[in-house]
């Protein structure tokens, strides 16, 4: 019999090998049944529908980038006739690859460009962000002190740290990154900016989670072994829905990874976030939906 800590690891791997089957599977079914037309993501030329007015900007995580973090979600999106795009964000010199490690609030500096480059572009009056770990973090700096909330009608953030968690948590993400292990001997201001009770993090979060106008949305995982305890991820405020992946779907057991960027149980809650009116229910028959 299996000591019960390893149990738990190799059940949770299952769980991360299934979802990503179905999110390799899926998406045939799910283009079939849709009519949207079929564009890809970072398409400058995307003008947004009556049904979907609003571009989507995606944001990376902590060593992600923009292509690496959204091959599951970007598709899902677009082949909802969303126009999507993703940025680059916190690169160090001569550190390819892996992005998100600058510090955070140059790094919404970036992001405040990308989204006046996106609204120039479609002619949007303004932008939903999603993001998932830092990226669901950072772009609050961006509405807080940089104008961001005039132009962003929704943040949703995937297993967000918005209250930070420990070095050690960040540290786990290191073996999905080959190579990035390397990059700890060198200076990564974004990992100390995401450490509970950093500066930066106490700054942000003084006065208030929110700022008026933006709606917020939480999905976080109680298997999240980055940011801890995944409660660390919740908003308090007004238009703020906080939502634990497992209430919808208790046989989930993605951890903080996998729920950014396989898992399709998430993209349905994503989509509800996105277009609230057309919400239907997120359930685990969601995953081939």
Known sequence: MLPRKPWKQAVRALSVLLLTAAATLAPTAAAQADTAPSRGWNDFTCKPSAAHPRPVVLVHGTFGNSVDNWLGLAPYLVNRDY??????????????????????????????AYVDRVLASTGAAEVDLVGHSQGGMMPRHY?????????????????????????NGLTRLLPYFPGAEDLIGTHTPALADQIAGSAFLTRLNAGGDTVPGVRYTVIATKYDEVVTPYQSGW?????????????????????????GTVDRIVFHEVNNALDPAHATPTTCLSVVG
């Open 143 to 167: 509405l807080k002190f940089l104008g961001g909330a005039a132009k962003v009608n929704a943040l949703v953030g995937i297993a967000p740290d918005n209250h930070g968690t420990t070095l």
């Open 83 to 112: 126009c999507v795009f993703s940025l680059d964000y916190g690169q160090l010199p001569g550190v390819p690859f892996f992005n998100g490690l600058g510090p955070i609030d140059k790094s919404a500096g970036q992001l405040a």
């Open 235 to 259: 908003l308090s405020g007004p238009d703020v829905t906080n939502v634990l992946l497992q209430d919808r779907c208790a046989l989930d057991l993605s951890e903080h990874v996998a729920i």
